[in-house]
Structures are given as C-alpha cells and as structure tokens.
C-alpha cells in the first residue's frame, strides 16, 4: 500500500479481546461489576443461546456473541482439564 487516495485502508479497534479466553474474562468480568452470578450467567446463555444471559455492560454481550456456543464450552473445557491434569 503506497497511501494512494483510491486506495482501500483498513482500521481495526481493538478492544483487547482477541481470543476465546480474553472475551470469557472480559464478559466475567462485566457481569461481576454489575452484581450478577457470572457462573450461573454464561451457563444460562451456553445453554439457551439467549445473550440476554449476558449484561451490555463494557460490550459484554458483543463479545460473548463473536464466540459459537460450542466454541465458548470447548475453551472451557479444554481451561478445566489442562488446571486439573486430567
């Protein structure tokens, strides 16, 4: 890219989440500053897929749905059997 007028630029605001691990403690962490369960919150919405499980607070629920649910419960997973030696 030489900045040329016609030419096509992309801009990428990052919000710090960029990986499954970084949205699952982003998202915990929102909806334990606004009082909430976070446990019994994601549970609620992994198995319902309803993101009101999800508070909006600091773009939780944005987050929460860039994420498959069956992407969110593999990373889980796979965070409980490598701190458990399984």
């Known amino acids: 890219m030489n900045g040329g007028a016609g030419e096509t630029r992309q801009f990428r605001v990052s919000d710090g989440a960029d990986s499954a691990e970084?949205?699952?403690?982003?998202?915990?962490?929102a909806l334990k500053a606004k009082g909430h369960d976070p446990i019994y919150q994601?549970?609620?919405?992994?198995?319902?897929g309803d993101p009101t499980y999800i508070t909006s607070y600091n773009n939780a629920r944005s987050l929460i749905k860039r994420l498959e649910r069956d992407e969110l419960l593999e990373e889980l997973v796979r965070f409980y059997v490598e701190n458990h030696d399984c």
């Open 42 to 48: 994601i549970v609620g919405y992994i198995i319902s």
């Open 22 to 29: 970084q949205i699952i403690e982003l998202v915990y962490q």
